[in-house]
């Protein structure tokens, strides 16, 4: 059973920055793609960030471009979320999301808070 676990969440300052983890175990096929969503109070769930299986190619929404970065573990099964100058407006739980042969899954979620 292919398990997600998203990690890396806290309170921070505005301006502030905070690296996310996404570690996959429990699978043996390669992952396509991963990505990164968030789901503030109240509102839908919102992509952020995806990369390819390769680490190549990545795809960030407009509201964190050139804030946010997202990159591959060179094992494959694990994806980072890079995020500095974070504003009050990243508040949300952020879920990690993986894609495989015929299915995806998602992680738990991680909490970010950016609070003054």
């Known amino acids: 059973q292919v398990q997600l676990a998203d990690s890396g969440g806290g309170s921070v300052r505005p301006g502030g920055s905070l690296r996310l983890s996404c570690a996959a175990s429990?699978?043996?096929?390669?992952?396509?793609?991963m990505a990164w969503f968030r789901q503030a109070p109240g509102k839908e769930r919102e992509f952020v960030a995806a990369?390819?299986?390769?680490?190549?190619?990545?795809l960030i929404a407009d509201s964190v471009k050139g804030r946010f970065t997202i990159s591959r573990g060179n094992n494959g099964n694990t994806a980072y979320l890079q995020m500095n100058n974070l504003k009050p407006e990243d508040t949300a739980v952020y879920f990690c999301?993986?894609?495989?042969?015929?299915?995806?899954?998602w992680g738990k979620g991680t909490l970010v808070t950016v609070s003054s």
């Open positions: 999301y993986a894609t495989y042969p015929g299915t995806n899954y």
């Open positions: 990369v390819s299986w390769s680490g190549s190619r990545t």
């Open positions: 429990g699978g043996t096929a390669t992952i396509y793609t």
